[in-house]
């Protein structure tokens, strides 16, 4: 593999961890992720891949879905399950729409078939770490009635408890939440939040508003906080 690029002094020592069963691919991405100046974990297989997830606390995740012991899947839904928003790329074979619908409806922050190039998976990287930057920047805590979001450290509470969402259910929420009463039309969230390129749906918004709404809203058939804007998209009413 060929290194594309420089990174930043910015984002110098974040840590990646690279988990996947191929050891040439798991040494060419572990090599170039150091010479980026990242601070690189490896796993080989699934079953050591989840314990370095939870125990290391990594900045982003690159992820196998075919994997020895626990499948990427499985790494993915337990991390989200248990309210771990590390920023998660998938690397897969499995290029079809289908699998790329299930990865990210798990809670995957992009998806990129194997066989790539190198350069799009450092672009994609940056823009999720890039993303997580500005948001320390340019957010402190906020507080909308019960609802405390603190925009740095990416967390949320309601009434005083913690709140578990998805990597993406947080920068969902943070962009609208971000501008209260500004409509969102769903094409534009979906560029905001999944990036832009990304081939999902006006559905991919709103299963996610759904799903942020039963976290978040006290009756999620009659939200108040997340509000629907008919035929246009949704807004943060606080």
């Known amino acids: ?119 799009e998976l450092f672009a994609r990287v940056e823009a999720q770490l890039r993303r997580r930057r500005a948001e320390k920047r340019k957010h402190p805590v906020r507080v909308y009635g019960d609802l405390t979001i603190d925009f740095s450290g990416r967390r ?18 943070a962009l609208l939440a971000g501008s209260p009463g500004k409509v969102f039309r769903r094409d534009d969230i979906l560029d905001r939040v999944w990036g832009f390129g990304f081939d999902g749906t006006a559905r991919t918004v709103d299963n996610f508003i759904l799903s942020l709404r039963q976290k978040i809203e006290t009756d999620p058939s009659s939200p108040t906080i997340i509000k629907t804007v008919r035929q246009v998209g949704y807004k943060f009413d606080r």
């Open 1 to 119: 593999m060929k290194l594309h690029g420089k990174r930043t002094a910015e984002s110098e020592r974040e840590t990646v961890l690279v988990i996947e069963d191929d050891r040439a691919l798991r040494r060419g991405l572990a090599m170039n992720f150091e010479l980026r100046g990242f601070r690189v974990l490896t796993a080989a297989d699934g079953n050591e891949g989840i314990k370095l997830a939870f125990d290391s606390a990594p900045d982003l995740i690159v992820l196998d879905i075919m994997l020895p012991g626990f499948s990427g899947l499985e790494i993915l839904s337990e991390l989200r399950e248990k309210g771990r928003d590390v920023p998660i790329l998938i690397l897969s074979a499995l290029g079809s729409t289908d699998s790329k619908i299930e990865g990210l409806g798990l809670g995957a922050d992009d998806y990129l078939a194997k066989p790539f190039a190198l350069s």
């Open 156 to 173: 949320v509470r309601l009434r005083g408890k913690e709140v578990g969402l998805s990597a993406k259910e947080f920068d969902l929420l």
